[in-house]
């Protein structure tokens, strides 16, 4: 059963940059997606970017422009890079894999916090 890690999360000022991690204990090319959920208190879980084996990538109005994607098929990592946070980023951003077989694998969650 793949696992996936998330690491980077933490506290930062608003207009601040916060990088993300999910490392794969799997090689990345079995996935066929792998994204970036987030969920704040009182929401629901939303889909906040995602990137295809093939490298295509889509992401939230909300984000675009700020955040982005991408992976390291060698380290079996993908990123987010995240710029102009803003308070209402605030959420535990969770990793997502897909894989051709149909599995779907969830990291345990970071938190980020942007303060006012």
């Known amino acids: 059963q793949v696992q996936l890690v998330e690491s980077g999360g933490g506290l930062v000022q608003a207009g601040g940059s916060l990088r993300l991690s999910c490392a794969a204990s799997?090689?990345?090319?079995?996935?066929?997606?792998m994204g970036w959920y987030r969920q704040a208190p009182g929401k629901q879980r939303e889909l906040v970017t995602a990137?295809?084996?093939?490298?295509?990538?889509n992401y939230a109005e909300s984000v675009k422009g700020r955040f982005t994607i991408s992976k390291s098929n060698i380290k079996n990592t993908v990123y987010l890079q995240m710029n102009s946070l803003k308070p209402d980023d605030t959420a535990v951003y969770y990793c997502?894999?897909?894989?051709?077989?149909?599995?779907?694998?969830w990291g345990q969650g970071t938190q980020v916090t942007v303060s006012p």
């Open positions: 990137i295809t084996s093939g490298g295509s990538t």
């Open positions: 997502n894999g897909a894989f051709y077989s149909g599995e779907i694998a």
């Open positions: 799997k090689s990345i090319f079995s996935f066929r997606t």
